[in-house]
């Protein structure tokens, strides 16, 4: 008999008290709690959406061992692990390598966790006895005066894309003798476990990276032991896994793909829902994210490398932008988003902005809306008819303060393209000061009926951005908020 896939015990969501406000108190819809934490503590992005919220949604959706979900932007496998603890198959697609790699990993549970723990305590040895042969106790704060060139460094084309004093000389060095002790065990079913546990402890305690929204440097460390927040993250993935022992869960696949060229990939309507959350016009560089545990492991090498990787992802940000970029042939009738892009250079103007990027605001933006048109038409082949999506996204004003109210024209583009505007739920306010007013991030359903069934008309023609979602069938609850577990 075929063992039916293991679905744990988790909370779902339930639907809020009517009247409940936007925003529950302290930021509870972002709020992780405990079973939150289990697999996606492995690795994960600042700022990637809660777990609770896939569940929400996958429940809605009327996901089972049947279906299949995808996340187009998987980036470190949020909705993967959400899909494979429910006992629903899913598949990711992902262009960073680094995140790509995360979410494989993070959703690989086939690893016995005892075998884990004992390739960490031999690996933990040879690094210390390494150091230790230096002179170096990784367990004790190095006060003494550094032999600078007997550390080891990264080769100089890897050097100079790290994030200036992101990381400092003697915890690098510390690192890369961890980097080798692991990489003797190439091959073996944990050493990349083992890798993504040392991305882990480089992010989050060997670096001197620090994470608002964005990824900046805070107070710079001469040293940071590096061995022991290792074999923390190891032990971290070693206690998942026992949760997980013995029991059987639907395959989880993440690729290393463009969502722009989904059918590549994905089999022809194989898939039945979407849950999502894709970059929004924010100049949020996901490379610069990820570049310490990129770098270090090996996952780019070098300028063009890094280059090639940019290539990949939607332009959400200037610093992504190159000269043959055309994703903006994807909205040729958007007179709204033209109206935003002039809006932008005419601010630029006023202002008198002059640099390469601020002249590159209003650019950036049409192609991240064209490259976000040309992903859902391109995903019109894989999905089955009747499938749902859902994409969280957040309104911007980035760009010299012109508001982007990113959901309303992403689920314009949708309609374009022929799929149903099913409603549009708002996830969270977030007030921008700059601008002093609510920016909203909302999460906009889509249902894809089977076949291209738009009347042509000119998306400009249905827009008025002012406007509230209608929620089809129920014109007095024109939108609603979404349902979020406290
Ligand atoms: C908001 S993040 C997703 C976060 C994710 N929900 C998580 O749990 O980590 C958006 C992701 O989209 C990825 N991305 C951007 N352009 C892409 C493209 N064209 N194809 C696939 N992934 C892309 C970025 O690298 C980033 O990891």
Not at 197 to 202: R, T
Request: with cysteine; hydrophobic share 35%.
């Amino acid at each position: 008999m075929k063992p039916t896939p293991t679905q744990l015990n988790l909370p779902f969501c339930t639907e809020p008290p009517p009247g409940r406000p936007l925003r529950a108190k302290g930021g509870a819809e972002n709020r992780l709690s405990p079973e939150d934490r289990a697999f996606h503590d492995w690795y994960r992005f600042v700022l990637s959406y809660p777990p609770h919220l896939v569940g929400c949604y996958m429940q809605e959706f009327g996901l089972d061992e049947h279906g299949t979900v995808l996340d187009p932007f998987c980036g470190t496998g949020t909705t993967l692990i959400e899909a494979k603890l429910r006992g629903v198959s899913s598949v990711g697609l992902e262009a960073n390598p680094f995140a790509q790699f995360a979410s494989s990993i993070k959703t690989d549970w086939s690893i016995d966790p005892d075998a884990l723990l004992s390739l960490a305590r031999r690996i933990s040895e040879s690094a210390i006895e390494l150091l230790r042969r230096q002179g170096l106790d990784d367990a004790l704060e190095c006060d003494g005066k550094l032999d600078e060139p007997m550390l080891r460094k990264l080769p100089p084309q890897a050097a100079k894309l790290l994030i200036t004093d992101s990381i400092s000389p003697l915890p690098l060095h510390k690192a890369l003798v961890l980097l080798d002790c692991i990489n003797d065990h190439q091959g073996e079913s944990c050493y990349q476990h083992c890798l993504l546990a040392l991305a882990n402890a480089l992010v989050f305690s060997i670096s001197n990276l620090h994470f608002g929204p964005e990824v900046g440097v805070g107070k710079i460390k001469r040293d940071a032991p590096v061995v022991q927040p290792w074999l923390n993250a190891m032990q971290m993935m070693a206690n998942d896994l026992r949760k997980v022992c013995g029991k059987i869960f639907p395959e989880s696949r993440a690729y290393l793909a463009d969502a722009r060229h989904a059918g590549k990939v994905l089999q022809p309507r194989s898939i039945d829902a979407v849950i999502t959350s894709p970059p929004y016009p924010n100049e949020k560089d996901y490379t610069r994210t990820t570049r310490l545990e990129s770098v270090v492991l090996g996952f780019v090498k070098d300028r063009s490398d890094l280059r090639a990787n940019k290539q990949k992802l939607i332009r959400s940000n200037t610093r992504g932008v190159y000269s043959g970029d055309d994703d903006d042939k994807w909205i040729p009738d958007q007179a709204e988003i033209d109206r935003i892009a002039n809006a932008i250079e005419e601010r630029r103007k006023e202002l008198g902005k002059t640099s390469g990027f601020e002249r590159l605001y209003g650019r950036v933006t049409k192609l991240y809306f064209g490259g976000m048109a040309r992903h859902l038409a391109e995903l019109r082949t894989v999905l089955r008819p009747g499938a749902h999506l859902a994409y969280v996204v957040g309104d911007q004003a980035s760009y010299l303060r012109v508001m982007i109210r990113t959901g309303q024209l992403f689920a314009e583009i949708g309609q374009s393209l022929g799929y149903d505007l099913v409603r549009i739920d708002l996830f969270r306010t977030r007030f921008a000061t700059a601008t002093r007013q609510q920016l909203r991030e909302e999460v906009v359903i889509l249902r894809w009926p089977g076949k291209d069934s738009r009347r042509s008309r000119p998306i400009a023609s249905r827009l008025s951005l002012d406007r509230p979602t209608i929620r089809p069938g129920d014109p007095d609850e024109q939108q609603r908020t979404l349902p979020c577990r406290n």
